[in-house]
């Protein structure tokens, strides 16, 4: 089992839709929560960046953090062309420290 | 602000070839790690970089190292280069939390 599970997709959606990807993991000692955007052949982008439980908001982002069920999500709302791009979920035990990375999930955002 | 810079954009190596990798931290920031990016994958941890020590390092053999200057920029080595090690190689630099990334280096090993 990996440490940390995501659906690589692809997942194509129209524009303005709501977007929900996800991420499990298994060390119930993560901490740090990041979600990166990496557009093709390109650098990964920093989203989101959560500690512990809860939700955090960004403009059309939404992170939530269920560290219960080792579950973490990241909502795009009125999706765009432009988010198309992959998806990277991250985690670490400490701040500042190495992060598990998801495989990543491909979004196409249909005009 | 320039952000993360890495060079060289591409390279193109044979096996058992020698590689560094340069990358220049984003202003501020003291702290450089590196990770192996295959295609299709998600980023994989190789060492971290913090007053010019490595302070953590992740599930590589010692072909990989690395080395961090007093202007923080850090470099990273690859001996004995295996067809397995072409990826995208990414720096990310940091200060206290978040990292951030610079736009890798595609190594290609034939």
């Known amino acids: 089992q990996k440490e940390v599970e995501q659906d690589p997709g692809p997942l194509s959606v129209p524009e303005g839709a709501i977007v929900s990807l996800n991420c499990t993991y298994s060390?119930?000692?993560?901490?740090?929560f990041m979600w990166y955007r990496q557009y093709s052949r390109k650098g990964p982008e920093l989203l989101m960046y959560?500690?512990?439980?809860g939700n955090k908001e960004d403009g059309r982002f939404t992170a939530q953090v269920d560290k219960s069920s080792k579950y973490i999500s990241l909502f795009i709302r009125d999706s765009q062309p432009s988010d198309s791009a992959t998806y990277l979920c991250a985690m670490s035990l400490y701040n500042n420290n190495d992060m598990r990375f998801g495989a990543g999930t491909r979004l196409t955002v249909k005009p | 602000d320039a952000g993360v810079t890495q060079s060289p954009t591409h390279l193109i190596k044979t096996r058992g070839q020698q590689v560094t990798l340069r990358c220049s931290p984003k202003?501020?920031?003291?702290?450089v790690s590196w990770y192996q990016q295959a295609l299709g994958q998600g980023p994989q941890f190789i060492f971290q970089y913090y007053e010019e020590e490595e302070r953590q390092r992740g599930n590589f053999p010692d072909r990989f190292s690395g080395h961090q200057f007093p202007n923080y920029s850090s470099e990273l080595n690859v001996n004995a280069l295996l067809l397995g090690d072409s990826a995208l190689y990414l720096c990310a630099s940091s200060l206290i939390d978040e990292q951030f990334f610079g736009p890798g280096t595609r190594l290609t090993v034939l």
């Open positions: 202003s501020g920031h003291d702290t």
């Open positions: 060390n119930s000692a993560f901490q740090y």
């Open positions: 959560t500690y512990s439980s």
